[in-house]
């Protein structure tokens, strides 16, 4: 049996010798191939002629399970690794394989440990809660029915509808990503960030990222900007630092935060809302953004040029 490691993890497990400029603090896993689905955005759907082990940017080569859990529990005990995160491609068997894998970290390693999966039920989740993960992310990706039908195919208002109810039954253990710039607007992004957190759903923004072999190769990844403005309304609605309703939007653009722009810039200026979101620890380095250009999610805390010229986008997109 194998899984397939994130090419960052695998450095970090001493599998390859990879050198890393930022180094991931989570151990990227990923169980089953050849994806049932056929989302229009992933390198594992099912129509994708490119090249089989990658997920967004990131290659996965496969080790040995046998091979990959001594060093995985080494880097545990050492702090190197802080959590593991499992990404299972929807094939068949894919929810036994996937409790399979929860229970061969568990026998070895006391650690946090999450899962993005899709799901259909909420007994499922419970199934997966019970077995010792702490967290189930069932990624609804695209921010707007029509986006989620043309893109994922299927339905938006169930999938939302069990993200809901999980997150009802289990509270602060069920979270979803949000990808942006498959095409909705920062109105339809940010209201929906506001229902899900609303509900106690976690939300992890993804920067859409261009794959080659896709069915959106040839689509163009977000506006920094417009990136950056979600991503703060993510941090100052999650804090309560702003109202829902007291956010304003133009043609689907915001251009009021219903507080001070002082107020604002000081929220953010230490840039803890430009970096990484999801779990614990999940820093994902490099997962959206080439080495060399500006991150869209900072892996690491931001230095003082990088929170203000992240805060000046923001400001420059409303009042």
């Known amino acids: 049996m194998h899984w397939y490691v994130s090419e960052g993890t695998a450095a970090v ?5 990879v050198r890393l ?28 002629r490119g090249r089989a082990h990658r997920l967004s940017r990131v290659i996965w080569p496969p080790f040995a399970v046998a091979e990959v859990l001594p060093r995985l529990v080494d880097a545990c005990r050492a702090g190197r690794i802080r959590r593991v995160c499992f990404q299972v491609v929807h094939s068949a068997g894919y929810f036994q394989r996937v409790r399979q894998a929860v229970a061969a970290v568990r026998r070895e390693v006391d650690i946090p440990l999450c899962v993005s999966v899709g799901l259909q039920t909420v007994e499922e989740v419970g199934e997966l809660l019970e077995e010792g993960v702490d967290v189930v992310g069932l990624p609804l990706d695209a921010a707007t ?20 109810e999980a997150a009802a039954q289990f509270p602060g253990r069920v979270g979803t990503h949000l990808i942006i710039g498959l095409g ?18 976690g939300v992890a923004l993804f920067a859409f990222t261009p794959l080659p072999g896709t069915r959106l190769e040839h689509h163009r990844p977000p506006d920094l900007r417009t990136y950056r403005r979600i991503q703060a309304a993510h941090y100052l609605l ?20 219903g507080i001070p722009r002082e107020e604002l810039a000081l929220y953010l200026a230490d840039g803890e809302a430009f970096r990484t979101t999801g779990c614990p620890d ?24 990088e ?13």
């Open 145 to 164: 029915p029509q986006l989620y039908r043309e893109l994922k195919g299927g339905s938006w208002e169930r999938h939302l509808r069990l993200l809901q």
């Open 238 to 257: 999650k804090r309560g630092l702003v109202r829902p309703g007291g956010i304003k939007f133009e043609g689907g653009r915001l251009v009021d935060w």
């Open 184 to 201: 909705e607007s920062e109105e339809e992004a940010i209201r929906l960030m506001g229902e899900l957190l609303s509900c106690g759903v």
């Open 21 to 48: 400029d930022e180094v991931p603090t989570t151990a990227y896993l990923m169980t089953g191939e050849h994806c049932a689905r056929d989302c229009a955005f992933c390198a594992q759907a099912r129509s994708s």
């Open 13 to 17: 497990l001493g599998l390859l010798p």
């Open 282 to 305: 999940c820093n994902r380095p490099y997962y959206n953004e080439r080495p060399g250009k500006t991150p869209y999610n900072y892996p690491r805390p931001l230095n003082p040029r």
């Open 307 to 319: 929170a203000g010229e992240a805060v000046k986008l923001v400001l420059e997109g409303g009042k």
